[in-house]
């Protein structure tokens, strides 16, 4: 893990423009001024307990009070309000319906083929109630870990919070990711229960959703699964085996709308969500009740400046993180509108995410950079059809954001007025750790400006040493925060080491080390400068490049892998894999995409290698390792710089640079 060229400071641009919220915008909204936003954050610094007891306080509801709001005994492994009471649910759904607000439109979702619903917090509340108690039925219990591998259908939503009323953990498996991921994730989990759907619509295609889960649990997860629930959405035909797999409407019908909130103590697990890390195997990122309730209510209230009457959408699916903390907890946690959308902009549809701002008269909308290039690169003819002027304030997040994307998505999007919120965090993070609060900071296009109350974060070297102004360095977070990540699952050794132990502090413990590289410039702002790990972000989709390599060699043709990222205009980045095949078979061009097909299946379609370089050897060291570094800028078609004496054989490089 370097801070090589890629991530150099010579790479960022410099970038001057300053654009404060309007004096209208900032008068409207919660916190109004940098001064306010200052006054928060010295209060956090100061006296960081009472910062947290006071809005752990304010903003949550709690069956029993806590004693103490930060236990750091057992650091990093800490503990947030510890002898607290709650459920999630009760804060997402009951107070509101105490609170008068039972009848506001809580979700708001439309399907791909334009099917769509809308339920209010009153009925959301008897549809999560009915689920819990059809889960009960099943024998599911505190505890528990249920699976949910959905589409973006309502069913997702209610199952998430139907767990969580119950006090069963979820472990929401992304719908993209292939039969074999879910498999393992089902398995390291050790989910005993799946939620799933006879399939799913995206991109004018059927996604197989439940094809997919028995192929997991044949190919591995039948010693662990027991119960499959099943929501109807396509209609398709599928197996549902007997006495194993549950029709989610027949098991609902006659279900009682009200089940008690299973009082749940504050550092109960909620759920567990995998991310790629820089070894080949995904990592079950655990957070508990409380801590995580309090982090994603309150950076939804402070970074999307919520009011009543906000329709609020982000583009996300429910199997990341952001759409586990901003289409579902944060939302609704502050009772607000959150909309829901099964498809994502397609060929026959270049439109729809407009006609859905149009339709729904979307105020506030959080997508990725991704998106936002794609749009760009089909026009504005396209968005400058549709009525936009409901928007008010527009996010992105998932990776960095190119400055020229920025002013695009300000322009053509937010017609030069609304305030865009780039938010910088990580599964591990569980809520928002760097924004501007869109009525307080000036935003500089590509920055994610500052770090929010109650997180202190410093860019340092190898030492841990802050790095002077404007130096690209490691991003790390100095004060435990309630949103963090408590461990990774069955695994508290690779928690320590990926996160606590990685940059050798002097004299400071319990640093949060978060994988990206960082330089904040002379006026404070920060700039993220991308992971410094072997993490790479195709189309803000998180991947391990081991993760890719590890399911390359798994082909029984290929003898080694090594996967990189090469810079892309479109995605971020794009997957290139080095390959050399076993002695016996040929180079010949149909291995290329029998392996491309081959990562798709292993992994899922956001794992499919841009390009495959098939070589008959590797650059290596004298001591076996590959040279990652060449690999990079032959990928990149970059002059091949730096020391390569420590190369085994050069001729190695030569043939490469003849083939890439
Ligand atoms: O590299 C950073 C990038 O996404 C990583 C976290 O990925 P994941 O856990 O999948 O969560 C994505 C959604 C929160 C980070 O380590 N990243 C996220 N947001 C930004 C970003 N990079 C630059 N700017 C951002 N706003």
Known sequence: MTLDKKHSINNILEENRLFPPSKEFSDKSNIKSFEELQSLKKQSLENPTKFWE??????????????????????????????????????????????????????????????????????????????????????????????????????????????????????????????????????????????????????????????????????????????????????????????????????????????????????????????????????????????????????????????????????????????????????????????????????SNLGAFWEIIQKYKVTIFYTAPTAIRSFMKSGREIPDQYDLRSLRLLGTVGEPINPEAWMWYREVIGDNKCPIVDTWWQTETGGVMISPLPGAVATKPGSATFSLPGIEVEVVDKNGEKVVENEGGYLVVKKPWPGMMRTIHENSQRYLESYWEYISFKGEKNVYFAGDGARIDNDGYIWIMGRVDDVISVSGHRLGTMEIESALVSHKSVAEAAVVGRKDDLKGEAIV????????????????????????????????????????????????????????????????????????????????????
């Open 54 to 347: 006071s809005f752990a306080n304010s903003e949550i509801d709690w069956f029993e009070p806590f004693q103490t709001v930060l236990d750091r005994e057992n650091a990093p492994f800490f503990k947030w309000f510890k002898e607290g009471k709650l459920n999630i649910t009760y804060n997402c759904l009951d107070r509101h319906i105490k609170n008068g607000i039972g009848n506001k439109t809580a979700l708001v979702w439309e399907g791909e083929p334009g099917d769509n619903k809308k339920y209010t917090y009153q009925e959301l509340l008897k549809e999560v109630c009915k689920a819990s108690n059809a889960l009960k039925s099943l024998g599911i219990k505190k505890g528990d870990l249920v699976c949910i591998y959905m589409p973006m259908i309502p069913e997702a939503m209610v199952a998430m919070l139907a767990c969580a009323r119950i006090g069963a953990p979820h472990s929401v498996v992304f719908g993209g990711f292939s039969s074999e991921s879910l498999k393992d994730r089902l398995i390291d989990g050790n989910a005993r229960f799946v939620i799933t759907a006879d399939g799913g619509f995206r991109k004018d295609k059927v996604i197989e959703l439940k094809k997919a889960v028995d192929a997991a649990i044949e190919s591995g997860a039948n010693k662990i699964v027991e119960k499959v629930i099943v929501v109807q959405r396509t209609k398709k035909d599928i197996s549902m085996v007997n006495n194993r797999d549950f029709w989610w409407h027949e098991l609902l019908k006659d279900q009682k709308d009200w089940c008690e909130p299973e009082i749940m103590n504050s550092e109960d697990r909620l759920f567990v969500l995998y991310t790629s890390g820089s070894t080949g195997k995904p990592k079950g990122v655990v957070h508990t009740t409380a801590g995580y309730n309090l982090w994603s209510h309150l950076t939804f209230k402070w970074i999307f400046d919520i009011k009543d009457d906000d329709v609020y959408w982000c583009t996300a699916d429910v199997g990341w993180i952001t759409g586990h903390s901003y289409i579902v907890y944060g939302p609704l946690s502050n009772g607000a509108t959150t909309l829901m959308f099964e498809g994502v902009p397609r060929a």
């Open 577 to 660: 894999a080095f390959v050399s095949l076993e002695k016996d078979i040929n180079s010949f061009p149909e291995i290329v995409e029998e392996l491309k097909k081959h990562v798709v299946n292993e992994i899922g379609i956001i794992a499919k290698p841009e390009k495959i370089i098939i070589s008959d050897s590797l650059p290596k060291t004298r001591s076996g390792k590959i040279m990652r570094r060449i690999l990079r800028s032959l990928a990149e078609g970059e002059k091949i710089s730096g020391d390569i004496s420590t190369l085994e054989d050069s001729s190695v490089l030569e043939k490469l640079k003849e083939i890439s």
